[in-house]
């Protein structure tokens, strides 16, 4: 595999959150766990770690030069069977940075490195623990904003969806070694090369339609992970701010009678019903007084353009004017949810002239101060998302932007293969293809992958994971 002179190294970090916990652990992984360990922690009847058995937690002392740190409880996990397959020994003690602090300056002091971000991980992956989609996934589910979306990744740790891919590549590595076998000892019979080509592409077409499902899948995968983008629109004082305040159940934006009091866009994640959606309140002005306006302007066109979907909101207690045509115009075009704000007021709106204005848009009325139709609009803006569907977070998801490309040229590598047939070519060419797909499929799983690609990947992880 890769040559990483680290590996040799024993590492240590602290793996709980920084700050006053209730109790920190420093984790140490290597070679020479035991012999630092036995050298900064003793149990009241003089053990050290290297006498305790695998899995057993004990209660002592931390020492350093003689002296005692800090009370504490270490827990050994002997190689292989532990998270990185390195003997692993945790010490959770009384914590406050201070005693966590000590721990760390002992355990390094006695020769351990303090460990990159992700390097457990990391180092699971290397020795053959987990494949790379598992310990991508150990990264999502400690990033993850919502339920649904640690339920997807609680299936990808288990390598459900490595198990789903290496399927896909036990077909593809078939008809390749059939494919190089008659490569290299070509027949003479051309009957029954045509029957051949037939019987590969008709396997080539099912492959293709396995990655076509998981790819079909990404889009739901995608949203659970980053959530829908929407984007809050309409003149001032329609209620924009109260509108996000109530979707996301905390004051987040000011609220006030006084127009034009949001100055910048606001942006948040709510979560409903276990989706994230990522809310964004614009100024809602169309001609700017100064140039803090101005930017906001222009950072409100922006987020609409990128908006998955625009609430646009009118104000029912009044008319409709020439503002919310010419912000119409604006967002007009996008995936577009009117909202019809305000009716606990007596109503002003003519519902004829907006049925006119947006005659293909769904309308929800609402009140954002006594939250009247909130639920109804909820309901609506989880239903967009699905279409309709409901998600089944038991399903395998492929949510992950590197694997969605991955998969995406897989599956023209194979699209490639078949064109071969289809255009008479030498079988070879087609097997290239297909050698070309498995290594897509291997830079997925991390078979085969390059060393920048990995630094890269376990560099988003927090240090002590
Ligand atoms: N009666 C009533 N007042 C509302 C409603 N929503 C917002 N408001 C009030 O309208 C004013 C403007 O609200 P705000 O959310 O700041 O509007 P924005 O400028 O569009 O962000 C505030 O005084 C709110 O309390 C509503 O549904 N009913
Ligand atoms: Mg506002």
Excluded at 38 to 45: A, E, R
Excluded at 188 to 217: M, P, Y
Excluded at 297 to 306: E, I, N, T, W
Excluded at 436 to 463: K, M, P, Q, W, Y
Aim: charged share 30%.
């Amino acid at each position: 595999m890769h040559s990483f002179p680290s590996l040799e190294d024993t590492i240590v970090a602290v793996s709980t959150p920084l700050g006053q916990g209730g109790i920190g652990i420093v984790r140490l992984s290597g070679k020479e766990t035991l012999s630092i360990a036995d050298q900064m922690f003793v149990t009241k009847n003089k053990k050290r770690p290297s006498e305790f058995k695998s899995f057993s937690v004990h209660y002592g002392e931390v020492v350093c030069r003689g002296e005692t740190i800090d009370e504490a409880l270490l827990t050994l996990m002997r190689a292989p069977k532990s998270y990185t397959k390195e003997d692993v020994v945790e010490i959770s003690s009384h914590g406050g940075m201070v005693a966590v602090g000590a721990i760390l300056k002992a355990a390094t002091g006695l020769g351990a490195r303090l460990a990159e971000p992700g390097e457990f991980t990391k180092r699971a992956f290397l020795n053959g623990r987990i494949d790379l989609t598992q310990a991508e996934a150990v990264l999502d589910i400690i990033q993850s904003k919502t339920e649904a979306f640690l339920k997807v990744s609680t299936h990808q740790i288990k390598g459900e969806l490595s198990a789903a891919l290496e399927r896909i590549r036990e077909q593809l590595m078939d008809v390749y070694t059939e494919m190089e076998a008659l490569v290299n000892f070509p027949e003479e019979d051309t009957g029954r090369d045509t029957q051949r080509g037939i019987s590969f592409q008709d396997r080539l077409e099912k492959i293709r339609q396995e990655i076509v499902q998981l790819l079909a899948g990404a889009e739901h995968g995608r949203i659970l992970r980053e959530g829908i983008k929407i984007v809050i629109c309409g003149k001032p004082n329609v209620g924009k701010s109260s509108l996000l305040n109530v979707l996301l159940r905390q004051p987040r934006a000011i609220v006030s009678p006084i127009a034009g009091t949001t100055r910048d866009t606001i942006e948040e994640t709510a979560n409903i019903k276990g989706i994230p959606f990522q809310i964004v309140d614009t100024a809602g002005i169309l001609e700017p007084r100064d140039l803090i306006e101005e930017e906001a302007v222009r950072r409100s066109h922006l987020s609409v353009k990128g908006a998955d979907l625009v609430l646009f909101m009118l104000d029912a207690s009044r008319e409709l004017d020439r503002e919310d045509e010419r912000l119409w115009d604006i967002v007009r075009g996008q995936n577009v949810v009117i909202v019809l704000n305000k009716c606990d007021l007596p109503q002003q709106i003519d519902r004829k002239s907006v049925k006119r204005m947006f005659p293909r848009e769904v309308v929800m009325p609402l009140s954002a101060l006594t939250k009247d139709g909130i639920a109804q609009l909820e309901e609506r803006l989880v239903e967009r998302v699905w279409h309709g569907k409901t998600v089944d977070t038991h399903a395998v998801f492929v949510s992950n932007v590197r694997h969605i490309n991955a998969l995406r040229d897989c599956s023209s590598a194979v699209e490639e293969a078949q064109a071969v047939f289809r255009k008479g070519l030498s079988l070879e060419f087609a097997s290239e293809e297909i050698k070309r797909a498995v290594h897509f499929l291997d830079t997925i799983t991390g078979r085969n992958i390059d060393n920048d690609l990995l630094e890269h990947i376990f560099s988003r992880f927090c240090i002590g994971k």
